[in-house]
């Protein structure tokens, strides 16, 4: 109460106006609540008794699936960052982080142990179903996944668009490896666990949480190859921080993006089996010089259902390969998802080839990149969903197509 009181005097000296005052000290209450839930045996007497008093009050149950990624490798030196592999488990890991018993109760399973350029679409969805049959049997409050740092942001969109629960969904991994002295995988697993433990993470959807960031499982990105800093949303915002391992939301109410949980519904989704295989969508690289003639060799000779291409600036490609691909996708019904290269920005409607170029099942990958934009097609095309229908899904991430 003392302290309650010292803060409303600082906020009163900071001349703050009454709502932002409250917010500030509903804030503080709220998070000084999770606070002795989290540490309950750090606290005093008397606010144990508080807590206990609380009927809200639950210690989480939290369940880690590792996939293993460089934060389960190790290498030669504690200064190579290089060459390394997979080659820890998760209980290796686990019994590094003592402090875990502090947040969670944790339960663990080591599902794979692959980099992930290994990871494959059948791993995807055995994961998702694994995690849909942990959360259905209502024993743990959140979720975290290990995984590689590579493929890491695949995987996080799927989950986002094929799962629709209120529990907390965190994937993590490291940059460096277990021998290295600057090794990232227990802080980044430990607030993992620290984020999807905590009920203010509760319906926001699937989170990457690396490098003391909280970033959306839909736009989270690895925007660099080598340093620790690598997971970005530049444009749509990271969703909070960890400092000092406080959770700071930088929006304080709840939300999920419209595409998310789209596909939890789909019932081939739960028909996994070994033979399993989602469609297959082509990612096609645009740069000066494209020969066109990869694209009918790579229609020609692979079961293409798709194509998503990663084009130049915002979505541009050239004439001779746009009329190319209008022959493909009207002769085929093959759906084209115009994406770019690009880090940031968005392929809009407005720039789908025009004109004598125009073709029907042209559609704007908005601000999906490649990567994602493939994921988002090959659910639509497990579904058997219409040209029209599919362009309505990518409407909701301000793409689309003309028609
Ligand atoms: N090659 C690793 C992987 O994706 C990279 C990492 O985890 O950082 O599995």
Known sequence: MIFLNLVLVTLQLLGLSNAVKFDFINDFLNFNHFYKNTFYEAVT???TAVVQLNENWRFPSIKIFATGGTIASSGDSSTSNAGYSVNLTIN???????????????????????????????HTLKLRNEI?????????????????????????????????????????????????????????LYTSVLVASHESAVNRGVLVS????????????????NSLDTFKNDEQGTLGMFVDNQ???????????????LFAGSRRLLEIEHSFEMPEVLILFGYQSLN???????????NVKGIVLAGTGSGSWTDHGNMVLKRLS??????????????????PVGNLPNGKYKFQGAIAGGYLNPQKARILLQLCLIEGYSHERISEIFKLVYGGSRF
């Not at 290796?92 to 982080?97: E, G």
């Not at 003592?98 to 794979?112: D, G, R």
């Not at 066109?292 to 692979?302: D, Q």
Request: aromatic share 8%; charged share 20%; proline share 3%.
């Open 132 to 188: 849909l049959s942990s959360l259905k049997s209502g024993e743990y409050h959140g979720i975290v996944v290990t995984h590689g740092t590579d493929t890491l942001e695949e995987t996080a969109f799927f989950l986002e668009l094929t799962l629709d629960v209120k529990e907390p969904i965190c994937l993590t991994g490291s940059m460096r490896p277990r021998t290295s002295i600057s090794y990232d995988g227990l802080m980044n």
């Open 247 to 261: 959770i700071n939301w930088f929006i304080s109410q709840p939300f999920k993006h419209r595409i998310a949980g």
């Open 330 to 347: 009207d002769t085929l019904g093959l759906p084209v998802i115009y994406s770019t290269r690009n880090a940031n920005g968005i392929v």
């Open 45 to 47: 007497q008397e606010e």
């Open 292 to 302: 066109v003639e990869l694209i009918e060799l790579a229609v020609n000779h692979l």
């Open 210 to 225: 690396l490098n003391d960031r909280i970033i959306s499982g839909i736009y989270a990105t690895k925007s660099n190859s």
């Open 92 to 122: 290796d890991l686990v019994d590094n982080i003592p402090e875990l018993s502090n947040l969670a109760t944790v339960a663990f399973q080591q599902i794979y142990n692959v980099g992930s350029n290994e990871i494959t679409s059948l």
